[in-house]
């Protein structure tokens, strides 16, 4: 994987990291036959790696033995409050989850965001005609989605860039900020802040002219109006905030890495080329995601252990997960446990859609799915669809990660026509 990512040059430290990350898939083979369930004492801490299919969707099915870590940061996003993201199986997870799939119907995925996604890409790859060249990152999906959500939620942001890199930044102090990095607070509280101030401004401006927009703010105003629990402003403000962060970078780093992997596979390149030529978007998707499992979003999610609990229990491998730990539920290794998804090491086509776990699994799946599962091939289909479709030549047709986080593609171009 992260061999074809080309970086700005590297300390000794950062080298050695991404050694470490080449050799992932290798090293979580080996764990999975050896020590899949691994249990580490560490400075006073401990920490655990499930790496088998089975125990990877056991520990995302028990929210509430294993919670997300997501709390904290929320608290500090959302100025001391939380949202469903980052509580566990509660009333208000409930109440707010099921209040913001009522502002966003899943049958929206077709009917909405499959035309719209599609009208917006077009016009991307247009003013990228006369080049001959498209950056799959910033210039196609970044900008992309950012105007889609942007529409669709109620939130434009004060400008396209502005607001993608400061959602982008958040996104990745939440997730990926594993350590956390005490010089990343002081940002993050600062870009919250202006977030939580843009928000609030949207929300009071549309009061000022109702009925004039259908989208997920007016919706939530709707249901205020209307007396419902979970509607205060407050309230909107919060899960608007969640949405924003949580879409908005997704599809932007899912595109570009499953690009890199189509690239280098000429067959399924040409295969996946001839589903878009012929608008056949249920194969696309499958070549599109069965790309991404091979360069998924990321490699694991992370939980607190609440309580003692045994992993995979009453068999040779169950391992006693104690009570504090700091777990990670390898979801990319559970994509490759052969005893669930048959010969895994195979690029094939024909995988039901359990065998993937991109968007997570159990309670905490998420809140996008559906509205991913048309986004992401449908941004696809129009690029499979450019002639003569290749790596720009020199660094540009090399995938180029974020230096801040490292998860996020900023650069990958190709050439048609």
Known sequence: MDARVATAPKSSGSKLLDALKSKMDWGFLLLRNTLPILVVP???????????????QEVLQRPNVFNVTYAPKIAVIMDGDNIFLGMKDEPNYTRDRT????????????????????????????????????????????????????????????????????VR????????????????????????????????????????????????????????????????????????????VGALPQAPMVIPQLFDILLDRPQQLREAQAAARADDDAAVSRYVF?????????????????????????????????KGAFVMAATRSAMFDGRRVPRSWQFRTDRPDYSYMHFGYGMHECFG????????????????????????????????????FGIFPMNLTVAFG
């Open 369 to 404: 799915l559906y509205m991913n599962r048309v986004m992401v091939p449908e941004i696809c289909k129009a690029v499979l669809k450019l002639p003569n479709l290749r790596r720009a030549p020199g660094p540009e047709g090399r995938l180029r990660m974020d230096e801040e």
């Open 42 to 56: 560490w400075k006073g801490r401990t920490y655990a790696l499930v790496t088998r299919y089975d125990d990877v």
């Open 99 to 166: 209040n913001m799939r009522m502002t966003a119907p899943r049958g929206e995925a077709l009917s909405r965001v499959k035309p719209e996604v599609a009208r917006l890409t077009a016009e991307a790859v247009q003013r990228a005609l006369p080049g001959g060249r498209l950056d799959l990152a910033m210039e196609l999906t970044q900008d992309v989605t950012t105007r889609f959500f942007g529409a669709y939620f109620g939130t434009p942001g004060r400008s396209v860039t502005q607001f993608s890199d400061q």
């Open 169 to 244: 930044w958040l996104f990745g102090w939440m997730f990926a900020d594993i350590a956390n990095d005490p010089a990343k607070a002081a940002p993050a509280a600062r870009l919250a802040a202006d977030l939580r101030a843009y928000v609030e401004e949207a929300i009071a401006a549309r009061k000022q002219a109702r009925g004039q927009q259908d989208d997920i703010l007016e919706r939530c105003l709707r249901f205020q109006d209307m007396g419902t629990e979970g509607f205060s402003d407050r309230e909107i403000r919060n899960n608007l905030i969640g949405l924003i």
């Open 290 to 322: 069965e790309a991404s499992r091979f360069f998924p979003l990321t490699p694991g999610l992370f939980r607190n252990c609440e309580e003692d609990y045994r992993v995979a229990a009453g068999n040779w491998r169950a391992r006693t997960i104690p």
